[in-house]
C-alpha cells in the first residue's frame, strides 16, 4: 500500500522531515521561498496532509485544490492565513505550533524593547562608523526600563511571558485582554486589567501580543498614538497588520510617540514608506520564534499534529476540535 503524501510548502528544519519520512512519503518545496498561490495548489493537488507557513493562504480555493486532504498543519503559533470556519465545514482538521515558541517570541520582545531604549542598533552604528570621539556626558541618552509601566496588549500565553519576564525590572504592569482575567498575572506581579485607551495614556512601554483578527486590524492607528506618552515605545513581534504602519511613520516622524520596536509588518516583507528612515525604530525580519531549538520544536509539534490527522486521533494543537468525530 502506498504512503500517505504529505506536501511541505517550505523546507523546515530536519527534525520535522524526518519525523514525517519515517511514516510517509514526503514532498517539500526545493526552494527557500514562499510558493505563489498557483504553485501551493499545484503541490497541494494529491496530498493527503500538507505542512504550511504564514505566508500560505489557507482559504476555500486552497481546500478546492487538494480533495484528498485530511488535515493541514501551519508551522506558526498565529493561524490569520487559515480560514479556520471553512476547514470545520468541510470537516479537515487544521492545527498551529502554540508553546513552543512562546520564550523565544518574549525575549525578542524585549531585546527590541530594550534596543529601542537604549539606542543599541543606532550607538553600534556609530562605533563602527569611526565617529565616536569619546565619552560624553550629553551623548546617546536614552529611557529608563526599571520602575516603568509595562502595558501588554493580549495578556495570552507570549504576553503573559513578556510581562512575567518585567519582574526583574520592577516595573508596573497594565495590560488588555478580550478574553477573561489574566489572574496569574495579577497575582504575580499585581498586573491591573485596563480599558485600551487607558493602556495607551498609562505606558511607557507598550508590546502587542494580540492575535490578528478583524477586530484588532489597524488598532494602533493615530488615533491611539495621539493617545500615547510622547516618550512612548512600541514593540510588535505579533502581527504587523495590528498597526496602521502609515500612521506609525506619521506619529514618529512628528515625535508623538518615543520610537518602536518591530518585527511584523502590515505588507510583509514590505514596510510602509519612510518607516526605515524614522528615529529611534529597530527593525527586524520577523524572527521571534528564529531559535535552533524552539524552529526544531515548531516542525517536530507540525509533524506530530499530521501524524495524529492521518491516524484518526486527537492532534495536540488541533484549532477546530469540532471537526473530530
Ligand atoms: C508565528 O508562529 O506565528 C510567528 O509569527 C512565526 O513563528
Redesign the pocket.
Known amino acids: 500500500m502506498s504512503r500517505p503524501r504529505i506536501f511541505v510548502t517550505r523546507r523546515i528544519p530536519e527534525a520535522g522531515l524526518t519525523r514525517l519520512r519515517a511514516s510517509f512519503e514526503v514532498v517539500v518545496n526545493p526552494d527557500d521561498r514562499p510558493l505563489t498561490t498557483e504553485e501551493l495548489h499545484r503541490g497541494v493537488a494529491d496530498a493527503d496532509a500538507v505542512v504550511g507557513l504564514?505566508t500560505d493562504r489557507i482559504d476555500a480555493a486552497f481546500f478546492d485544490a487538494a480533495p484528498n486532504l485530511k488535515g493541514y498543519a501551519n508551522y506558526?503559533?498565529?493561524y490569520d492565513n487559515i480560514d479556520v470556519a471553512e476547514a470545520t465545514r468541510r470537516g479537515i482538521p487544521v492545527s498551529n505550533?502554540p508553546d513552543v515558541?512562546t520564550m523565544a517570541?518574549a525575549e525578542l520582545a524585549w531585546a527590541l524593547l530594550f534596543a529601542v531604549a537604549r539606542r543599541v542598533v543606532e550607538t553600534d552604528a556609530v562605533m563602527r562608523s569611526g565617529a565616536w570621539t569619546g565619552w560624553g556626558p550629553l551623548q546617546f541618552i536614552g529611557a529608563d526600563v526599571s520602575g516603568r509601566t509595562l502595558g501588554i496588549v493580549g495578556a495570552g500565553r507570549i504576553g503573559t511571558a513578556m510581562a512575567r519576564m518585567s519582574a526583574g525590572f520592577n516595573m508596573r504592569v497594565l495590560y488588555t485582554s478580550s478574553s477573561s482575567r489574566n489572574e496569574e498575572l495579577e497575582r504575580d506581579l499585581g498586573a491591573r486589567r485596563v480599558e485600551f485607551d487607558e493602556l495607551l495614556r498609562e505606558s511607557d512601554f507598550i508590546s502587542i501580543h494580540t492575535p490578528l483578527r478583524p477586530s484588532t486590524r489597524h488598532l494602533f492607528n493615530a488615533d491611539a498614538f495621539r493617545l500615547m506618552k510622547n516618550t512612548a515605545i512600541l514593540i510588535n513581534t505579533g502581527r504587523g497588520p495590528v498597526i496602521r504602519e502609515d500612521d506609525l511613520v506619521a506619529a514618529l516622524r512628528a515625535g508623538e510617540i518615543g520610537g518602536a520596536g518591530l518585527d511584523?509588518y502590515e505588507m510583509e516583507p514590505r514596510m510602509a514608506e519612510g518607516l526605515k528612515d524614522c528615529p529611534n525604530t529597530v527593525l527586524l525580519p520577523?524572527i521571534?520564534?528564529a531559535t535552533h531549538s524552539t524552529r526544531d520544536n515548531?516542525a517536530l509539534l507540525a509533524a506530530e499534529n499530521i501524524e495524529a490527522m492521518l491516524a484518526g486521533t486527537r492532534p495536540p494543537t488541533i484549532l477546530n476540535p469540532e471537526v473530530l468525530k
Do not use: E, N, P
Open positions: 504564514l506558526a503559533v498565529g505550533t515558541l517570541t511584523v520577523h521571534g520564534s515548531m
